[in-house]
């Protein structure tokens, strides 16, 4: 089963186990993005004036490239860093991050980069630009801050604000979700190496967090500095060890590694690195990976049977499973991608069914015009998809499916998020649950 489509089933099975709990119709998974927001400027971000809405930014760390995608504001993007391979910057041009020259030639008007992507930060600030440096998130708390500033540079402050912090708490929203499920009968620990010699995810970075939220608890926790020595990692002995691919392999064959129970057991995984580090959507994709493989029994349609509530809730849930995991197998590329500039009929039959949604309002004629990419981004917005205003496959395929959702009416939305505070990240320990911590 592949990374994606193990995510897919993941994300049915969660849904399902949420459905059993709450004895609720719906889904608790809350939409990741915020939408694009109107703030005020000049504001000012880490002590930098920027006096204007940017129009072309340079986004040189992937993982900002990421954050900018989850808040929604990827169309301000005129240029990315080399790193920057997620699927919808495809067609952005890329630059190194150290190529002075190169960044200049895009002309941006600002320049985003973190402390990983800075080697020429001076150098761009000697040459004029306007250049942002944010530090990553360490935990649930300062993934508000990330998100408020990366909104507010780009969209302003106030409202732009408000959409950063509302964003990034519906990312910990389904955080929450997934942590609601996961097995709290045994304490599963583990740990995230980036190398055998001392590189490891520690507890003042956001991946450790994110271990937690998926009921692991991580062996290095108390460390700090992305650095372990092996002794510690042999005292501590994780259940579980995740690595980046091409290091399992070295991991069990090293004998300093093969009395560690993970490598006994046969739990080294491997795991993209990016998923610790990218801190968009991204987060949520990591945390449905290590909880997949530290728990594979919620992945296993015979996980889902229970006594109480009544059978027929049960059968229910199995029977939607049994339809999500058809749907991932449907072949994806039925759908031509469609943007603007495009026309013709499939154009036609795309705002056709945009306009018996409620989400296309003016006359349409085939044209892919701005109108219509905005009728898709506020398509996508309403049901969980990457606001791109790009009509790919995936956004065809709910469009057109029996699940596409209406759009909404004005004043629906729960805007409450804005306002809430960040709550605290659930127990490493089987208890107690993140609700019962709160209480």
């Known amino acids: 089963m592949?990374?994606?489509?193990?995510?897919?089933r993941l994300l049915s099975v969660l849904a399902a186990l949420l459905f059993l709990l709450t004895f609720s119709a719906c889904s608790n998974v809350t939409e990741l993005v915020s939408g694009t927001a109107t703030g005020e400027f000049p504001v000012k971000v880490n002590g930098v004036t920027i006096g204007a809405k940017p129009q072309k930014v340079a986004v040189l760390?992937?993982?900002l490239a990421d954050v900018v995608l989850a808040l929604g504001y990827e169309t301000q993007l005129a240029a990315g860093g080399t790193g920057c391979t997620q699927t919808s910057l495809r067609d952005l041009d890329k630059v190194e991050p150290g190529d002075v020259n190169a960044i200049i030639a895009t002309n941006p008007d600002l320049v985003l980069l973190d402390p990983a992507s800075s080697a020429g930060e001076k150098a761009l600030q000697d040459a004029g630009l306007t250049v942002l440096n944010i530090a990553p998130a360490v935990d649930r708390e300062d993934f508000e801050r990330l998100y408020a500033q990366v909104s507010s540079a780009l969209t302003g402050d106030g409202p732009g604000y408000d959409a950063?912090?509302?964003?990034?708490q519906n990312v910990f929203t389904t955080m929450d979700d997934i942590n609601r499920v996961v097995p709290r009968d045994s304490v599963t620990t583990g740990c995230y190496l980036y190398t055998l010699d001392g590189s490891a995810v520690t507890g003042d970075m956001l991946g450790s967090t994110i271990m937690t939220?998926?009921?692991v608890t991580n062996v290095f926790n108390g460390l700090t500095g992305g650095q372990y020595d092996f002794e510690s990692l042999r005292m501590s002995n994780p259940d579980l060890i995740f690595c980046p691919p091409g290091l399992k392999e070295t991991i069990e064959n090293d004998s300093q590694f093969s009395t560690l129970q993970a490598v006994?057991?046969?739990?080294?995984?491997e795991l993209d690195p990016s998923l610790m580090e990218w801190q968009g959507r991204t987060v949520v994709t990591a945390a449905l990976e290590i909880t997949g493989t530290a728990f594979p029994e919620l992945l296993e349609e015979n996980s889902m049977r229970v006594e109480d509530p009544a059978d027929s809730i049960n059968s229910a849930v199995s029977s939607a499973i049994a339809d999500s995991a058809l749907e991932d197998e449907e072949e994806s590329s039925q759908y031509q991608t469609l943007r603007e500039g495009d026309q013709g009929e499939e154009v036609l039959n795309l705002q056709a069914k945009l306009d018996d949604l409620g989400y296309l309002e003016e006359a349409y004629d085939g044209h892919y015009g701005s109108v219509t990419a905005q009728s898709v981004k506020d398509f996508q917005k309403a049901n969980g998809l990457a606001e791109t205003g790009v009509a790919d496959s995936k956004t065809q395929s709910r469009l057109f499916s029996d699940r596409a959702k209406q759009k909404?009416?004005?004043?629906?939305?729960?805007?409450?998020?804005?306002?809430?505070?960040?709550?605290?990240?659930?127990?490493?320990?089987?208890?107690p649950?993140?609700?019962?911590?709160?209480?």
């Open 213 to 215: 939220y998926s009921g």
């Open 433 to 439: 649950t993140p609700e019962e911590s709160q209480e």
């Open 61 to 63: 760390s992937p993982s």
């Open 164 to 168: 950063g912090i509302a964003a990034a």
């Open 2 to 8: 592949t990374a994606i489509m193990k995510n897919k």
């Open 408 to 431: 909404p009416e004005e004043g629906s939305a729960d805007e409450s998020g804005a306002e809430a505070s960040a709550s605290p990240s659930p127990s490493a320990s089987p208890s």
């Open 264 to 269: 006994r057991d046969g739990k080294v995984t």
